[in-house]
Nanobody
C-alpha cells in the first residue's frame, strides 16, 4: 500500500505562483507519480506525471510551460510548481502514484485526498 498526502494549496491571484507537495509513505519504491485536478462540475483531468528517476515527465497541454513537476526520492515527495496561474486553474489537485508514467497518466493505483487551489481574477 502507498499513502499520499498533499499540501500547499491555497488562494492566489492570477499571475501568481504556488508549489504543491505530495508526501508518500508505504511501499513507494520505484513508483511513478503524478498530479490530476478536478474543477467544480468537471471531470478529473490529468495534469503531469514524472518517472521514478525523474528523467521522464509529461504535461497536459493546458499547463505546459507554466507548471513543473519534480521529485525528491530521499524525502519520498513529489512537487508541482505552478507559475502564471489562471482562474481556470482553480480546482482540487490530487496526487497519484503507479508503476509507470503511462499508468499514472491514466489514473494510477493510489490517490491522495486532494488540496484546493483557488486562483482569483
Amino acid at each position: 500500500q502507498v499513502q499520499l498526502v498533499e499540501s500547499g494549496g491555497g488562494l492566489v491571484q492570477a499571475g501568481g505562483s504556488l508549489r504543491l507537495s505530495c508526501a508518500a509513505s508505504g511501499r513507494t519504491f520505484t513508483y511513478a507519480m503524478g498530479w490530476f485536478r478536478q474543477a467544480p462540475g468537471k471531470e478529473r483531468e490529468f495534469v503531469a506525471t514524472i518517472s521514478w528517476s525523474g528523467g521522464t515527465t509529461y504535461y497536459a497541454n493546458s499547463v505546459k510551460g507554466r507548471f513543473t513537476i519534480s521529485r525528491d526520492n530521499a524525502k519520498n515527495t513529489v512537487y508541482l510548481q505552478m507559475n502564471s496561474l489562471k482562474p481556470e486553474d482553480t480546482a482540487i489537485y490530487y496526487c497519484n502514484a503507479g508503476p509507470s508514467t503511462s499508468v499514472v497518466a491514466q489514473g494510477g493505483d493510489y490517490w491522495g485526498q486532494g488540496t484546493q487551489v483557488t486562483v482569483s481574477s
